[in-house]
């Protein structure tokens, strides 16, 4: 009998909840999980957050000779606004995918880069347009999935 007013207590707790009221005491949110889609054929990136869309944006991959490499990832740092030792341009709103350090996220480093979005022409890093960078920047955290297709 105790067990089955417990039950109860929690059915009844849970539909309060559900219909606005307060949490219970006990009940701790889990982390909300982030993930990113790059689709490499579409040139487009998939933004969701607990499975549900939360963005999506145009983006630029790596063109030929400089593909993007396909695979599973996950967002290793971030800097505001890195120079490429590599390429010496800046990349603002850099977001590290890749074990080597050399591909992630960033700004179009320029009004010809941001025109060329949904065409690959990248070194392998993942351009995207002057609003896309800073919202993605703040919005992936270290550890955050990326997945490129």
Same mark, same amino acid.
Request: proline content about 8%.
């Given at each position: 009998m105790?067990?089955?007013?417990?039950?109860?207590? !929690?059915? *009844?707790?849970?539909?309060?909840?559900?219909?606005?009221?307060? /949490?219970?005491? @006990?009940?701790?949110?889990?982390?909300?999980?982030?993930?990113?889609?790059v689709?490499?054929?579409?040139?487009l990136a998939?933004?969701?957050?607990?499975g549900?869309e939360?963005? !999506?944006? *145009?983006v630029?991959?790596g063109r030929?000779?400089?593909e993007? /490499?396909r695979g @599973?990832?996950?967002?290793?740092?971030?800097?505001?606004?890195?120079?490429s030792?590599?390429?010496?341009?800046?990349?603002?709103?850099?977001?590290?995918?890749h074990?080597s350090?050399?591909?992630g996220?960033?700004q179009a480093?320029?009004?010809?880069?941001?025109?060329?979005?949904?065409e690959p022409?990248?070194?392998g890093c993942?351009?995207?347009g002057?609003h896309?960078?800073p919202?993605?920047?703040?919005?992936l955290s270290?550890?955050?999935?990326?997945l490129?297709r």
């Amino acid at each position: 009998m105790a067990g089955s007013i417990a039950v109860l207590k !929690l059915v *009844l707790g849970l539909l309060t909840w559900s219909a606005g009221a307060q /949490p219970p005491a @006990s009940f701790q949110p889990g982390p909300e999980v982030r993930t990113v889609t790059v689709i490499l054929d579409r040139q487009l990136a998939l933004f969701e957050q607990d499975g549900r869309e939360a963005n !999506l944006a *145009l983006v630029s991959t790596g063109r030929p000779g400089f593909e993007t /490499p396909r695979g @599973s990832y996950t967002v290793r740092y971030r800097i505001r606004n890195p120079l490429s030792s590599r390429y010496l341009v800046h990349m603002p709103f850099w977001v590290c995918v890749h074990p080597s350090g050399e591909i992630g996220f960033h700004q179009a480093p320029t009004a010809s880069g941001i025109a060329g979005l949904g065409e690959p022409h990248s070194h392998g890093c993942i351009r995207m347009g002057r609003h896309e960078a800073p919202w993605v920047y703040d919005w992936l955290s270290a550890g955050s999935a990326v997945l490129i297709r």
